[in-house]
């Protein structure tokens, strides 16, 4: 059974900072992009960030030039660093493992930014 096992939700002041992390196996790390969606209250799940197997990523407009999707390969773990943090960004994120049209699942960090 494939797992993705996230950590590093929690609550934050708006203009702070998180660091999601999601670990999984190295025959899944190593052989699937990687990546973050999140879903907040009353919205469809959108696509946060994405990484390839060889380092190149993607991100959603709304998060470009705060969020940062890097992965380590020593650790089979992808993390996301979450600086400059709004309000907007509360959500459950959850991570990803993606190759063609299998897509496996993280259960959910939340993530809330609140004064």
């Known amino acids: 059974q494939v797992q993705l096992v996230e950590s590093g939700g929690g609550l934050v002041q708006p203009g702070g900072s998180l660091r999601l992390s999601c670990a999984t196996s190295e025959s899944i790390f190593s052989t699937y992009a990687m990546g973050w969606y999140r879903q907040a209250p009353g919205n469809q799940r959108e696509s946060v960030a994405t990484i390839s197997g060889g380092g190149n990523t993607n991100y959603a407009e709304s998060v470009q030039g705060r969020f940062t999707i890097s992965r380590d390969n020593a650790k089979n773990t992808v993390y996301l660093q979450m600086n400059s943090l709004k309000p907007e960004d509360t959500a459950v994120y959850y991570c990803?493992?993606?190759?063609?049209?299998?897509?496996?699942w993280g259960q959910g960090t939340q993530v809330t930014v609140s004064s």
């Open positions: 990803y493992a993606r190759r063609a049209w299998i897509t496996y």
